[in-house]
């Protein structure tokens, strides 16, 4: 994987880092950062899957083989 160093994504995980993004819900959403922050997580485990955490970690759980 290879990003650009303007890319929103490298910033948006430094500031989290840092302590600077709010992770608290604003009228129930999450704030655009975390957001934007999720929908590149889950593209990255899936290119054409879910865009929110629970519905990623759904599909990771049912693509298991299990028996």
Do not use: H, W
Request: aromatic fraction near 8%; charge should be negative; glycine fraction near 4%.
């Amino acid at each position: 994987m290879k990003l650009d160093e303007d890319d929103t994504a490298i910033s948006y995980f430094q500031e989290l880092c840092q302590g600077c993004i709010q992770d608290d819900l604003i009228n129930g959403e999450l704030p655009p950062q975390v957001k934007a922050l999720e929908q590149f997580v889950c593209q990255e485990y899936s290119a054409t899957g879910p865009r929110t955490l629970p519905a990623l970690r759904l599909e990771l759980f049912r693509s298991k083989n299990l028996e």
